[in-house]
T-cell receptor
Framework: AQKVTQAQTEISVVEKEDVTLDCVYE???????LFWYKQPPSGELVFLIRRNSFDEQNEISGRYSWNFQKSTSSFNFTITASQVVDSAVYFC????????????FGTGTRLTIIP | EPEVTQTPSHQVTQMGQEVILRCVPISNHLYFYWYRQILGQKVEFLVS????????KSEIFDDQFSVERPDGSNFTLKIRSTKLEDSAMYFCARSSARLAGGPGTDTQYFGPGTRLTVL
């Protein structure tokens, strides 16, 4: 069975600090997809990134970066120079390799940026 | 990417009543999903729907739940006899059609959700 663990329940940092959100996954599939979603206080789920299991290149998008390491089954998310608007719950999710399959979510990390 | 719209945004109902939650795709996607999120908890998969059929469902999706796409556009989730524990945010999601002969595509984009409160 698939499983996603986000061990950090809540994190608070002062604005402009960097912060890393951890995600560890378990799957028996050799092909799979990993995702991060953001849930701001308004409640919607906003897609941030998708990564397939064959692509271990790290990715950077503005202040966001993702570190995928198959050796440790981790897909960590770093926000550089955090801003108050980054305050949200962040979910890591996993789906198996055939796409369009169900997402298994972690329990989420609540990030609070202190101005 | 355009998402989906969901109606109503908030539904309050009495225990034992039937509710229908609606999801309206903006464009003509083939894959649809329902997830729920009990307050303060993680997002849980309920059911996936492809080509007008259920493709997968979770243990949560018991006989009290049903889905359909009655008019080829709206995608509905029906709860026949609501329980207190059905109170949650219900999210509809969509993804692109699977590429023929290739790997599955794709990212699931979520609607804004319907908050269901069962009294």
């Amino acid at each position: 069975a698939q499983k996603v663990t986000q061990a950090q329940t809540e994190i608070s940092v002062v604005e402009k600090e960097d912060v890393t959100l951890d995600c560890v996954y378990e799957t028996r599939d050799t092909t799979y997809y990993l995702f991060w979603y953001k849930q701001p206080p308004s409640g919607e789920l906003v897609f941030l990134i998708r990564r397939n299991s064959f692509d271990e290149q790290n990715e950077i998008s503005g202040r966001y970066s993702w570190n995928f390491q198959k050796s440790t089954s981790s897909f960590n998310f770093t926000i550089t120079a955090s801003q108050v608007v980054d305050s949200a719950v962040y979910f890591c999710a996993l789906s198996d390799g055939f796409g369009n399959e169900k997402l298994t979510f972690g329990t989420g990390t609540r990030l609070t940026i202190i101005p | 990417e355009p998402e989906v719209t969901q109606t109503p945004s908030h539904q309050v109902t009495q225990m034992g009543q039937e509710v229908i939650l609606r999801c309206v795709p903006i464009s003509n996607h083939l894959y649809f999903y329902w997830y729920r999120q009990i307050l303060g908890q993680k997002v849980e998969f309920l059911v996936s729907f492809y080509n007008n059929e259920i493709s997968e469902k979770s243990e949560i999706f018991d006989d009290q739940f049903s889905v359909e796409r009655p008019d080829g556009s709206n995608f509905t989730l029906k709860i026949r006899s609501t329980k207190l524990e059905d109170s949650a945010m219900y999210f509809c999601a969509r993804s692109s059609a699977r590429l023929a002969g290739g790997p599955g595509t794709d990212t699931q984009y979520f609607g804004p959700g319907t908050r269901l409160t069962v009294l």
